[in-house]
């Protein structure tokens, strides 16, 4: 999606954390969303935020959202070798029925 | 619960064939999507239908067409394959299709046009 932009690749060390970027254009982006994908399967939902936050921890993973940048961010704290995917950015602008997604970060875990 | 089912897992065409791709829901839910997947490029939605009965258009939806069967299920059709169609087709559901009600995905279809 050319709204929404990611970087393509990162590589963290097991136990490290992990912070995956996103940013995107339209101002009135109601809810971003991370989705995970691995290796044949579709996409499963990891956490969203309103668009009226700044940070939502859930377990291991935290979204900081800068509006005035129009910047999200995913860290994932102690990484594991599970964590190993593609990992999706979307946003639901006001007035859309549908996501925008962008291409995805590929986060590799090394032993 | 089997969630979103889609069939089938794999597909080969050739060019100037036809075909039609599966989707079914079985968490009640009001509105469904197509999305492409091609390398480097994220998800593209093709179609949707926020409610029985209604489609729209998404970002690139020349080329196919969809069916909104029922409740449960949403069809694309691809009339004349062609090899700019090959790709992975995913399907997705959501209660409302507003924000606070997310997408749940299929496992996808993978396509190849020859």
């Known amino acids: 999606g050319e709204d929404v932009e990611q970087s393509l690749f990162l590589s963290v060390r097991e136990g490290d954390s992990s912070v995956i970027n996103c940013t995107y254009t339209d101002s009135s982006s109601t809810y971003l969303y991370w989705y995970k994908q691995e290796p044949g399967a579709g996409l499963q939902l990891l956490t969203y935020?309103?668009?009226?936050?700044d940070m939502k921890q859930d377990q291991r993973l935290t979204v900081l959202l800068n509006k005035k940048d129009k910047h999200l961010s995913l860290r994932i704290a102690d990484t594991q070798t599970g964590d190993s995917a593609i990992y999706f950015c979307?946003?639901?602008?006001?007035?859309?029925?549908?996501?925008?997604f962008g291409s995805g970060t590929r986060l590799q875990v090394q032993p | 619960n089997a969630g979103v089912t889609q069939t089938p897992k794999f597909q080969v065409l050739k060019t100037g064939q036809s075909m039609t791709l599966q989707c079914a829901q079985d968490?009640?839910?009001?509105?469904m999507y197509w999305y492409r997947q091609d390398p480097g490029m994220g998800l593209r939605l093709i179609y949707y239908?926020?409610?029985?009965?209604?489609?729209d258009k998404g970002e690139v939806p020349n080329g196919y067409n969809v069916s909104r069967l029922n409740k449960r299920e949403f069809s694309l059709r691809l009339e004349s394959a062609a090899p700019s169609q090959t790709s992975v087709y995913f399907c997705?559901?959501?209660?409302?299709?507003?924000?606070?009600?997310?997408?749940?995905f299929g496992n996808g279809t993978r396509l190849t046009v020859t």
């Open positions: 997705a559901s959501s209660y409302s299709g507003t924000g606070e009600s997310p997408l749940h």
């Open positions: 935020i309103f668009s009226n936050m």
């Open positions: 968490m009640n839910h009001n509105s």
């Open positions: 239908s926020a409610s029985e009965g209604t489609t």
């Open positions: 979307a946003e639901l602008a006001t007035g859309r029925r549908a996501l925008t």
